[in-house]
């Protein structure tokens, strides 16, 4: 009944390198590293569903995550905000579940839950323990069959999200920085530039025939990838997954709109006053290499060597030799991970700073530092550290939050690859990163022109610091 | 815990839903026509995964717990020298010797101890809290008996550069001032202030004032008087080779000297009614912080506190949430909490609020612990908290660093072996009329701090209600 099935025997073993170099105390020398792969099963069901299962029996709970390819960037155009506000209508009522009596089932047989919207996907996750698997599955096959809600639950929802909004953007100071903000900036396509979180007005303005329609077009079994992660029997799972899930209808999905940006051929600068803010703030948006090719993984690499971590470039430079700041944030994908978005994508950084540091002076020690990786190959053993950095994090992000980390990269992968055994073969991908192509790649992708410069002004006694005077190196700190 | 990568978290969480439960919609499908969730079936058998604990001829305890199968392993030592004991005149000296101890070592300057971490897949963290110190990494398996050298290196022989010193009270101060315009930490300084006065747990937030003076013989002061084998718990967690850890340990702290015992100093919070509003002008929100001390985690109602907790206003489908979030829509992400330090504790309902509905809030959550001080909860929604409380439980263990945090907790408490072994059970064992005595005792609306941080003009006359105890009262 299975239209296409990977076994895990097609999972690529991941090929670990030896990886040390010089710098480590005491006891330095090469140490290898253990084989790591997780295993995973493909299959679709014949209404498009697609199903990935990976056991592991460390501990006796269960993840179930479903992912419909419906994130924030594709939402009607007249309802920004909206995509975020129907997540929250998926736990108002569904068929046999009436308004959170989905969030007591999951609570009251001893699990969390949670849901999130973002740039490509809307998921809906629970842990559970064990015995528990059936429980849940019946339970999201069920709001993927139908949506039972009416104007009280929405009303109910819109001020719920009002207040998300207020509490995480309107009330707080760098709310939305830079996360919501950088987007809008850098990006010229309505897609990836409008307001994610929405207007008020366009939340408020909601209706429950948007509502309806939204889940006709958007959640369907073709339209989603369901993974399993934890203590389950694999046979029986994929029991239960067709008899809830097997008896569902696809949709006729509308044709994805042009999401492509243009290259950017000219630094933009922006400049936004925060009345909240105590201390002005900084932010670097680059557009990113498009998702799998050579130059995203390279990139993937040099988010670690310019901000990942004290060791890092910029940290380097701009927290420990000049004390501009006390912290180098950023990454790739904000509202989540380098491996969970399918679009146009913004390589970060960002920081909090004194008035006494001009933004000039900032962007013009991040320009020079990131230059060396633009005009010479990469230090080896610099490459090398990032790769086991990079290791390092995706091995927690598979390990993390009760398999629900594990989830969301199967997922994913699923939906946006048709391939979640790419869990397995990523280190392999960055493996292949040459210092040649991290050069190519920066000198492309960290083009001064390919940047956006988002400046916070705080409050009233905003310092006119964007036109103040040519940024150097004089103003170091010791 | 430690992660190369360390600034994604909140902005994941940025746009999730945090839900709570109600009643069924009006319009939902009859009952008769709808389906009956399948059970599941039989509950598997969970165990706390084991550990050894074992104590260095120095003082120095060790917990070791391997876990799991991926290839990382959390090193984390948790030593007692937090805020608590920080001289007056220099609050945030805790905070400095922190950073300064990322700043390198006799042997190894800090670029050389960045680089030797991120080597292993890690990045060094210092966390300063009220009671202890934590310096971590989480480092890919086949590091586990360096990260161990390395973190006895840097807790044993620390440079404390005066070189760094003028940078790290900058960065500070700058995360004081940043802080400072944060609604919820203004509430939360504002709530610590009023219940704990004077005692260092009273102060969330130092001052310019208090960090500029601070030297580096106040830092190294610090160090010398709290830094210590006596003082320390090492933990290991996740997957690693025990014996080349074990041997790491022994080679790396046995010299540690053992350095003075704990010192003990536990608080006399308040216990009056008062209200304190800071005013926000134009602020869309107020942020409420109402609550009161309570029992301490060595109490033996302690378990059916945290239950009542869970129930009344600490879980989604608790009943402040129900009550506020999903029939008001009143706020987005309200919880009730038992926030604890050594052998203290108080419980607080904490929300962000509409403005307008700031009044209305307060009058549904203590209408919400007046309800429950009055009538027991219903047998099936205590076991609907029981049960989420028991599973939560598995979960809270299924993660090295989760691991790590349940016995550093036991053992920073004094809860015994036994605790986390009994503590299902316990849970299980809380009954509908424990609650409403749980209730009636320890959340004591007419003992309650309030603490509103919000636009003054427009909630003044809401929450005059509120400013003083009703006679009946008092």
């Not at chain 1, 909601?206 to 509502?211: C, G, I, N, R, S």
Request: proline share 7%.
């Amino acid at each position: 009944m299975y239209l296409t099935k990977r076994s895990a025997a097609r999972v690529l073993a991941l090929v670990m390198a030896t990886i040390l170099a010089g710098l480590a105390p005491a006891n330095a020398g090469p140490v290898s590293a253990p084989e790591f792969k997780v295993p995973v099963e493909y299959y679709k069901l014949p209404n498009g569903l697609r199903v990935v299962l990976s056991p592991d029996h460390t501990s006796p709970i269960i993840c179930v995550g479903v992912y419909y390819h419906i994130g924030f960037r594709i939402e009607p155009r007249d309802r920004t905000g909206f995509a975020h506000l129907f997540e929250h209508m998926m736990f108002q009522g569904s068929q046999n579940l009436g308004k959170m009596e989905f969030i007591k089932l999951v609570q009251q047989n001893g699990g969390i839950l949670n849901g999130s919207t973002r740039f490509d996907f809307t998921n809906y996750f629970e842990t559970l323990p064990a015995n528990k698997l059936e429980t849940a599955l019946w339970a999201e096959a069920d709001r993927m069959g139908g949506l039972a809600v009416n104007e009280d639950n929405l009303k109910n929802q819109q001020g719920v999200v009002g207040n998300e909004v207020k509490v995480n953007v309107l009330n707080s100071p760098y709310g939305g920085f830079p996360w919501l903000d950088m987007p809008q900036y850098a990006n010229t396509n309505w897609y990836n530039a409008h307001n994610f979180y929405g207007d008020l007005k366009d939340i408020e303005g909601a209706t429950l025939p948007e509502v309806q329609s939204f889940f006709k077009t958007y959640y369907a079994p073709n339209n989603a990838a369901l993974a399993i992660v934890g203590d389950f029997d694999p046979a029986q799972a994929k029991q239960f997954v067709a008899k809830y899930f097997g008896a569902l209808k696809s949709s006729q999905l509308p044709p994805q709109p042009d999401l492509t940006e243009p290259r950017q051929e000219k630094e933009k600068q922006a400049i936004k006053k925060d009345p909240l803010a105590t201390k002005p703030a900084l932010a670097l948006g680059y557009h990113m290499p498009e998702r799998n090719t050579p130059e995203y993984y390279a990139m993937g690499l040099i988010d670690e060597m310019l901000i990942e971590g004290d060791d890092s470039v910029l940290h380097q430079e701009l927290v420990q030799k000049r004390g501009y700041t006390g912290a180098v944030s950023g990454g790739i994908n904000l509202l989540g991970t380098p491996w969970n978005y399918d679009g146009p994508m913004l390589f970060i950084t960002n920081m909090i700073h004194d008035p006494a540091t001009t933004p000039e002076t900032i962007v013009q020690t991040i320009a020079t530092s990131i230059e060396p990786l633009r005009t010479k190959p990469v230090d080896q053993k610099m490459l090398d550290r990032a790769l086991v950095k990079l290791r390092s994090d995706l091995y927690d992000t598979i390990g993390g939050q009760g398999g629900f980390g594990l989830v969301d990269l199967l997922a994913s992968f699923a939906l946006f690859d048709d391939n979640p055994a790419r869990v397995n073969s990523l280190v392999a991908e960055y493996e292949k990163v040459t210092p040649a192509l991290i050069q190519k790649t920066a000198q492309e992708y960290l083009r001064p022109e390919n940047r956006t410069v988002l400046l916070i002004q705080p409050g009233a006694q905003a310092p006119p610091a964007a036109t103040a005077k040519p940024a150097g190196d004089s103003e170091k700190k010791q | 815990m430690t992660s190369t990568r360390t600034t994604k978290l909140f902005l994941t969480s940025a746009i999730f839903v945090f839900a709570a439960a109600s009643h069924a919609s009006a319009q939902a499908p009859a009952a008769s026509q709808k389906q009956t969730p399948p059970p599941g079936g039989a509950a598997k058998p969970f165990n706390v995964p084991a550990h050894e604990s074992y104590t260095l001829p120095n003082g120095m305890r060790v917990t070791l717990v391997p876990y799991g199968n991926i290839p990382k392993v959390a090193v984390s030592l948790a030593i007692r020298a937090g805020n608590l004991n920080e001289p007056q005149d220099v609050l945030g000296v805790a905070d400095i010797t922190g950073e300064l101890l990322k700043e390198g070592t006799k042997t190894l300057s800090s670029q050389a101890l960045a680089e030797a971490v991120a080597q292993m897949g890690s990045s060094l963290s210092v966390t300063v809290g009220a009671d202890e110190t934590a310096i971590d990494v989480d480092v890919l398996s086949e590091y586990g008996g360096r990260a161990v050298t390395l973190i006895s290196d840097v807790a044993m022989h620390p440079l404390l550069p005066e070189s760094e010193l003028a940078r790290l009270k900058a960065n500070l101060l700058r995360q004081v001032l940043v802080a400072k315009s944060r609604p919820s930490q203004m509430a939360l300084a504002r709530f610590r202030k009023l219940l704990y006065g004077d005692h260092p747990y009273g102060e969330i937030l130092p001052t310019e004032a208090s960090l500029k003076k601070i030297t580096i013989d106040d830092a190294r002061k610090f160090y010398a008087a709290n830094y210590g084998a006596e003082r320390a718990h090492l933990y290991v967690a996740g997957k690693f080779d025990v014996a080349e850890v074990k041997k790491a340990i022994a080679a790396g702290f046995s010299d540690w000297s053992k350095g003075t015992p704990p010192v003990l100093n536990v608080p006399h919070p308040k216990t009056e009614r008062l209200l304190d509003v800071t005013d926000r002008p134009g602020a869309p929100q107020s942020t409420i912080y109402v609550g009161l001390p309570v029992i301490d985690p060595t109490n033996p109602d302690n378990i059916p506190l945290t239950v009542t907790n869970a129930l009344l206003g600490g879980s989604f489908s608790s009943r402040i949430t129900s009550n506020i979030r999903e029939q008001k829509g009143y706020t987005y992400s309200p919880t009730s909490q038992l926030s604890r330090r050594y052998h203290d504790a108080y419980w607080a309902e904490i929300a962000d609020v509409t403005t307008a509905a700031t009044g209305p809030s307060l009058k549904e959550i203590f209408g919400e612990i007046d309800r429950l001080q009055k009538e027991p909860p219903g047998a099936a929604e205590l076991k609907g908290i029981q049960s989420y409380m028991s599973g939560l439980f598995v979960i809270q263990n299924s993660t090295r660093q989760a691991l790590i945090g349940q016995l550093r907790n036991v053992d920073l408490q004094g809860l015994g072996e036994d605790y986390l072994k009994n503590y299902v059970q316990r849970v299980n064992a809380v009954t509908p009329e424990d609650v409403q005595r749980m209730t009636a005792k320890y959340i004591k609306p007419e003992q309650m701090t309030i603490v509103v941080v919000g636009d003054k003009s427009k909630i003044t006359d809401q929450l005059a209600p509120y400013a003083a105890l009703p006679e009946t009262a008092k």
